[in-house]
């Protein structure tokens, strides 16, 4: 079955530098990969979405790369706030749409001002 | 527009008892969807539903019924609680299952089984 790793449990960040996470997964490329916030006591929100044919997708201060030789998404924050702190949340789509969307652990990211 | 509403927001059970998570959407959304959240173990799909009618085991169905009686409600049933079921859940919507589908999340709620 599809195994998604997430960098590190948590990373801490100076505020103003970028910030980047990863997301690897094993087996099959995803049609779809999907990054989501998580802040402490509320759901995930969504955030970006790029697909397999697409090598990057920006939305402001955030960008996405995936790679489906290495087998891997970056999420990039850049001019990193302490307001970006929450967990995010790597999901791969594997052509089934969100029925059968499959999340990774997370990573909680920390910004110090 | 209050999007996606989880009810209860906390609750403890005693093992054995049965209970059910409420889960409403006013989005109109087909598709729609139960999560568990557990540490290190990521966002986990219990069931999922296509549409009224239409319901679906996900990756953890044991000891958990659903029901899509309307498009607005998709009910999640505890048929006899265990601590194993200890967790935070999560339902979620999409306006449809197919590709490329992003969730609209709830808010949660966090279930202690003692």
Known sequence: SQKIEQNSEALNIQEGKTATLTCNYTNYSPAYLQWYRQDPGRGPVFLLLIRENEKEKRKERLKVTFDTTLKQSLFHITASQPADSATYLCALDMGQGAQKLVFGQGTRLTINP | ?114
């Open chain 2, 1 to 114: 527009n209050a999007g996606v509403t989880q009810t209860p927001k906390f609750q403890v059970l005693k093992t054995g008892q049965s209970m059910t998570l409420q889960c409403a959407q006013d989005m109109n959304h087909e598709y729609m969807s139960w999560y568990r959240q557990d540490p290190g173990m990521g966002l986990r799909l219990i069931h999922y539903s296509v549409g009224a009618g239409i319901t679906d085991q996900g990756e953890v169905p044991n000891g958990y019924n659903v029901s899509r009686s309307t498009t607005e409600d998709f009910p999640l049933r505890l048929l006899s609680a265990a601590p194993s079921q200890t967790s935070v859940y999560f339902c979620a919507s999409s306006y449809s299952g197919t590709l490329g589908g992003k969730l609209f999340f709830g808010s949660g709620t966090q279930l202690s089984v003692l």
